[in-house]
């Protein structure tokens, strides 16, 4: 692209539009993507970027793979979209069934949603629902553990880690739900006797506890033994509390198991699943439920989930979703997450202990550098950038969750610009 045009739009850019989480206009200028091929993002400039981050960790199969794009292509010569209320059609029928049958045991129903906020809600909805619907109207709060992440949209928010997700800035908005202090690493008997006292003692004011499991990841890219997803697990099913798992960051393969409740051996009542799930190419996501809680809320006195996007069940985003799902049922994720899992340790170990670094971490294809003091994201990206990486650290924060098919080469670069980010800052 020529300079000048560049310079156009960035204009623009700053003049009119919003980036996330950021103010009007932005502190820093955006970089302009012209396209991506592979595991790089092609710079208006040129300049070539490995993209360590997936586009937030949705774009596990790299860009412009050429069987979604063919799924793309395809389904949009039959139809992009028809509403979903009364009509019904293959890519979201074959998409709900391949979802079951990869799910967890006994998640047997598939709403389809437009975001993973929304399926948070999706999944909360049912919950409260199916809680009213057997009789227990006074069970209408959640409860977690600190340290989470769920999403923006207002009953989501409510269950992210209060601090982190900025709770005080809407004091008197969101409802106020139960805490758990943040899952430690490694097992801990006291802290499982918290997690249990804590469904004991409001078993009748909660409709369900609701968890990422494994990894917590935009709250602070955190990682728990995933024994308390069992001690969680037992205590909800014998108070009738149901069990949420948010699995839009680790559903897939990121960690290692197709499902981080794969760590665990256990099955959660409700399951939310987005990001990755159309390879990063359309905004999709889904909301799995049991048919106990199914069979509750359609007897219940709505008569029905409450939900019903204009957009539900997108036949784009299911096609895609679909040819996703197919690419990963060959297996050959397990070794390429395992494969980058190495690379991200052999790249990110020799930093522990180095000046101005707290933490190094590793788990699955997700590599994290926590920092003692919050990362000056304009420094550390221009840095990795230098290197030909792109990544979005927050906090105090420098973490890769790469496309899977990146080969060991782009991992070692993708590490030496996670070094040069935590060296710039
Ligand atoms: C990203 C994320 C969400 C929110 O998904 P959006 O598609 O951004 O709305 C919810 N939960 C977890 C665990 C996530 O990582």
Redesign the pocket.
Known sequence: MNGSRAADLIARDRQHVWHPYGPMPGRTEPYLVESASGVRLKLADGRELIDGMSS??AAIHGYRHPALDAALAEQAGRMSHVMFGGLTHEPAIELATTLVELAPDGLEHVFLCD??????EVAIKMALQAQLALGHPGRRKLATWRGG?????FH?MSVCDPVGGMHALWSGVLPAQIFAGPPPVEFDEAYAAELVAMVEQHADEIAAVIV?PVVQ??GGMRFHHPEYLRVLRDVTAAHGVFLIF?????GFGRTGEFFAAGHAGVSPDIL?V??ALTGGYL?L?ATLCTPHLAAAISAGQGGGLAHGPTFMGNPLACAVALTSLRLLSSGAWRDQVRLIEIGLRTGLEPLRGAAGIADVRVKGAIGVVQLDHDVDIAKATAAAVEVGVWLRPFRDLIYAMPPYVTDPDDVARITAGIAAAAAAT
Request: net charge negative; with cysteine; glycine share 14%.
């Open positions: 937030w960790w975001s993973g906020s929304i399926s948070v992440y769920h999403g923006d949209t989501p990422e990841g935009a948010d699995e839009i960051a680790t939310c987005g990001k905004t996501a």
